[in-house]
Every structure is written in structure tokens, then in C-alpha cells.
């Protein structure tokens, strides 16, 4: 029975939110075991007697507003992302999903749970919203402020599987972010690592993207370095939630306005939900030997349901071992 470890202690609305997520996977997925990390008594005083479901207690959690996380992480080995990720680790669990401060799980995914024998790296790669309505992959979205061109193939080929196994993609794409779509564009490691993905045997490479094309490109994974990553993705963040805010705005301001959204209600809530992302639940750091989930800090009941579900199918897909075995061939 694949055992999901989840870190009831993380992220602004944690406990509450997270257990209630917890109930509503456990509701729908009967074959899955969650190890809860943290308090005994709240978790059984919110969900009861609830099957399949293995309690670690501690009473120490990472604070959203700790000041040096990573330090914390390290002082405190029983605090409940810590143990969550011993767990993973040591194999009694097959994955971890936390919505506590991203710089502490991923230094401590690195730390306890390792890399991948042939990744350099690692990376947080979230699920995008995309025309499909599959989703695309962004990587890496801040990890590693810089990166080598080894470093992106390796990237590349991990996402590859990721969108073959988890997202359903038959053939994915991969695609370079850039300042232009010509070869000869951007700096010296956007050129020399469009001339090894070019020529790679492992991954479909489309060639440079703008940014303006993130979400109307063909590609599946959009990849590049951490700092160019997480300003795209902030920026997005910022454009959708301003962009919902002026709609709701110019809606109110008169009666046709009004009018319209009684007749448009059930369009907008449908576009809503295509950029919303509660739908995907979380980011996904990989390159280390165990399904990792980081989901959003401000995440709800539902968007942690949904990184759950993440974690699930990336463990019933077994994509560790896919990767391992496509990083080996690349070794021989």
C-alpha cells in the first residue's frame, strides 16, 4: 500500500486545513496510507478513528515566520518536516508533502533524503495552467540560482518523465526559456545549453521560447535556471491575481456590469478554476530519491488535497526508479 507523508504543521492555515485534506483524500483514495507528522491529540481530536492512517508525534513545527529556517531544520531533527523527511529517507514512507517554508524542505530534502546518485542538482518544478488543460511544467522556479548545461539535460530529463508518467503526456516537449527564439540568443549558458539539448536522444527539444509564450507554446516543460524561474512565476502570480481583482472592479461598477456577470457567473468561475492554483496543489522537487511536494504556504484543504493526490501519482508511477533508469543509460 503506497504511504504518503504528510507535515501537518506546515503553512499558514496548518493544522486545520491540512487535516481536512487529509479526510477528504482519505474520503477518495481507500488504497493509500498517510503518516501524519505532528500532534496526537490535534489529529485525533479532528479526524477520530479514521482509517489508514499512522500517527508520528512531535510537537515541534517549522513557524512560517522563522527567520532562519534552515537552521531550525537543522537543530531540530523532530520537528515534523524533519521527521517527515528521516521517513522518506529510511523507506518507511514513499513521499512527503509539506506547505511549510520552501528554503527548509528543500535544503532538507537535500540534506536527508539526498540526490539521485546521477543528478547535480535539484529543482522545484511547479504544474502551470495551460490551454489543455493538462498543464505545463516550469523548472527550475528557485532551487538554484545558477545552473550548468549538464545540470538543465538532467533537469529535462526528469521532467520528461514527469509529464509522461504523472501528467499523461504521451510524447512531451521541452523548451528552452529565452529573450528570443533564434539559437544564437541570450547568455552563454542559454546557448550552450540549447546546443546540448539539441542534440540529446532523451527529451523532444522544441528550441528557445519567450515568456510572452509560456502558456501558448507546444512545449509540455519550459525550463531554465532558478532565478529567471521564480521571477516568471511571481510575475504570474502577481498578473492573475491583479487581473481578477480589476475584473471583479470594473464588474461592480455599473448595472450592465452587474448584468453581465448574473448571464457570465458560471464562465468566469470556469476561468477562474483554469488559473487557479489551488487545481494544482503544489510544486514538485525533484532530482531527490523520493517523491517531495512542496505545496503553497497559503494552501486551503482543497489545493493541499490536490498535492496529495500529486504525490500519489507520482509514487504509483514510480518515477524515481523511470528517472534512475534514464540517468543510468545516460552514465554507460
Do not use: W
Request: hydrophobic share 40%; charged share 25%.
Amino acid at each position: 500500500m503506497t504511504n504518503i507523508g504528510i507535515d501537518i504543521f506546515g503553512g499558514d492555515h496548518a493544522p486545520g486545513e491540512i487535516l481536512k485534506a487529509v479526510k477528504l483524500f482519505l474520503e477518495k483514495k481507500t488504497n493509500v496510507k498517510l503518516t501524519l507528522f505532528g500532534s496526537e491529540k490535534v489529529i485525533k481530536a479532528a479526524l477520530g478513528d479514521i482509517a489508514n492512517i499512522e500517527i508520528v508525534h512531535t510537537e515541534k513545527f517549522l513557524s512560517m515566520g522563522e527567520k532562519d529556517p534552515v537552521s531550525y531544520l537543522r537543530a531540530n531533527p523532530d520537528c515534523s518536516m524533519a521527521l517527515a523527511l528521516h521517513y522518506a529517507k529510511e523507506k518507511k514512507i514513499d513521499g512527503v508533502v509539506s506547505a511549510g517554508p520552501t528554503q527548509a524542505l528543500i535544503v532538507g530534502a537535500h540534506l536527508i533524503v539526498k540526490r539521485l546518485e546521477n543528478m547535480k542538482r535539484t529543482a522545484l518544478c511547479p504544474i502551470l495552467p495551460s490551454e489543455d488543460g493538462k498543464g505545463k511544467l516550469l523548472l527550475d522556479v528557485g532551487a538554484n540560482l545558477e545552473l550548468k548545461k549538464e545540470h538543465m539535460l538532467e533537469l529535462a530529463n526528469f521532467a520528461t518523465i514527469l509529464s509522461r508518467e504523472v501528467m499523461g503526456i504521451a510524447e512531451p516537449i521541452t523548451g528552452l526559456l529565452n529573450i528570443g527564439t533564434e539559437a544564437g540568443k541570450g547568455r552563454d549558458i542559454d546557448k550552450e545549453t540549447y546546443a546540448l539539448l539539441e542534440t540529446s536522444e532523451t527529451i523532444n527539444f522544441y528550441g528557445n521560447v519567450e515568456t510572452k509564450e509560456l502558456f501558448s507554446s507546444p512545449c509540455h516543460i519550459h525550463l531554465t535556471d532558478g532565478y529567471t524561474g521564480n521571477m516568471v512565476l511571481k510575475t504570474m502570480e502577481g498578473v492573475f491575481g491583479t487581473t481578477g481583482k480589476l475584473m471583479r472592479e470594473e464588474i461592480k461598477r455599473t448595472f450592465m456590469g452587474k448584468l453581465g456577470y448574473f448571464f457570465m457567473r458560471k464562465n468566469l468561475a470556469r476561468f477562474k478554476k483554469r488559473l487557479d492554483p489551488k487545481e494544482i496543489g503544489g510544486a514538485m522537487l525533484i532530482g531527490v530519491n523520493a517523491p517531495v511536494i512542496k505545496a503553497h504556504g497559503s494552501s486551503d484543504a482543497y489545493a493541499f488535497y490536490n498535492a496529495i493526490q500529486q504525490a500519489e501519482k507520482m509514487i504509483s508511477n514510480d518515477v524515481i526508479e523511470k528517472v534512475k533508469k534514464v540517468l543510468s543509460a545516460k552514465e554507460e
